[in-house]
């Protein structure tokens, strides 16, 4: 390199170090002139009251607002309360209280001296319904010997038969008074017994018509015969008029008896084991809503019978009628008891409060001043106890009356 390149180059480096220093100057007393941006100062975090969650449903309130609301508490407990189920049932008529009136022998038919009642209508015991005139044919006189003696041994039977069902239901009752029985087989001998002595009744009756009209045949005067009503109930049917010439044993007119009837519930196949057999029915009408029981009926034992089409089986109920109020065929609400007899989870339901979205709750007493709202989760209502599938423990202090004054307070509509 000669000497004129190397003083090129050194003017080169010069010229640089001059502009890179006025650059450097330039910049410094440019930020030196432009404003200071302001101090931002980061704020010091501090944790204030922590509202709990419980204190959301505690509420305190004076003594003389707790007077004036009139508090009463009580304590969740445990409780047996049996369930029951609804189902429907139909009135009929039992077995033996039909009753059907035949001519005893060939006569004519005459009306009473009483107006002939209509079916339908209710009769007395020994109440006049149609007239009978014998016609004693040689045939008939024959024949009335050995009626009556026939009608004798009738009755004979149906004493024989009378004590035999007394004895029976007897011993049912002494078995039972041991522990040795059941309740059922009481209830079934007695059935049998009141349709012997019935029975027994009703061949007396024929006994004493055939001596009268026999007595009458050998004296040579056959008066009319009054035949009235074998029982208190309802006159069914008339199958004569007057003017009518009968034969012997002809169907005259039927009566049934009302008091007591029985009821026949239909009940589904998988619910059978589930109804307590020994507990009575409560009667329910339907159509009212009101849903109150009218009538109890007592279970009674009866022949079996069952619908195959809709899965049921029938059980039956007696069902007292001294007023006449309920009528065979009749539709019937039969609200039967069931098994279960567990221990619940009771409060009464005046305790119970709900909110505006249906949640249930209690009000359970901390201070004779302080209260805190429980959730509950009911199960069902009855007898004026709400059952609770959840809620607080037994023996917890509850709030009864007044819990509604303390909602209101508490949301703030109380007055």
């Known amino acids: 390199m000669n000497q004129e390149s190397l003083q090129t180059s050194l003017g080169r480096w010069v ?22 941006p302001p101090e931002v100062k980061t704020p010091t975090s501090s944790v204030g009251t ?39 049932g139909e009135v009929f008529a039992p077995p033996g209280q039909t009753m059907t009136v035949a001519a005893p022998l060939m006569g004519l038919i005459r009306a009473g001296s009483e107006p002939t009642p209509r079916p339908g ?32 041994g009738q009755v004979k039977t149906a004493k024989t038969q009378v004590e035999a069902a007394q ?47 026999v007595g009458e045949a050998e004296t040579g005067a056959a008066h009319s015969i009054a035949l009235g009503a074998p029982l208190d109930g309802i006159l069914k049917d008339i199958h004569v008029a007057a003017g009518d010439t009968v034969p012997g044993n002809a169907s ?8 007591p009837l029985w009821v026949r519930v239909p009940v589904y196949v998988g619910d059978i084991g589930s109804i307590d057999p020994a507990a009575a029915a409560a009667i329910v009408p339907l159509g009212d809503g009101s849903g109150k029981p009218i009538a109890s009926a007592r279970p009674v034992p009866a022949p079996p019978s069952a619908t195959a089409a809709a899965s049921s089986v029938d059980l039956y109920f007696e069902l007292p009628n001294p007023a006449l109020a309920f009528r065979p065929g009749q539709r019937l609400g039969v609200t039967l008891a069931l098994k279960a007899d567990d221990d619940n989870l009771t409060i009464p339901w005046s305790a119970v409060v709900h909110d505006i979205h249906g949640g249930s709750w209690v009000y ?48 703030g509509f109380a007055k």
């Not at 010229?15 to 200071?36: D, I």
């Open 15 to 36: 010229v640089t170090g001059l502009l890179m220093a006025v650059s450097a100057g330039g910049a410094w007393f440019f930020a030196r002139q432009q404003p200071k």
């Open 252 to 259: 005259l007119f039927v009566v049934t008896r009302l008091d």
């Open 167 to 213: 004895i029976a239901w007897n011993r049912a009752q002494e078995l039972y008074r041991q522990d040795a029985g059941s309740k059922r087989g009481v209830d079934e001998t007695q059935a049998l017994f009141d349709i012997a002595r019935k029975n027994l009744d009703m061949v007396e009756a024929r006994k004493t018509l055939f001596t009268k009209v």
């Open 50 to 88: 922590v509202l709990k969650e419980a204190d959301l449903t505690t509420i305190s309130i004076s003594d003389e607002a707790r007077q004036k609301l009139q508090i009463r508490e009580a304590t969740i407990e445990r409780r047996a309360m049996k369930r029951s189920r609804l189902y429907g």
């Open 121 to 152: 209508q209710a009769v007395r015991k020994g109440q006049p319904i149609l007239t009978l005139t014998p016609i004693l044919s040689p045939d008939a006189r024959a024949n009335l010997a050995g009626s009556l003696v026939d009608a004798e």
């Open 364 to 411: 359970e007493q901390l201070e004779p001043t302080k209260f805190v709202r429980r959730r509950v989760l009911l199960q069902r209502m009855q007898d004026g106890y709400a059952v609770l599938a959840e809620g607080p423990a037994v023996g917890t202090k509850i709030v009864v009356d007044g819990a509604e004054e303390l909602f209101g307070i508490e949301v």
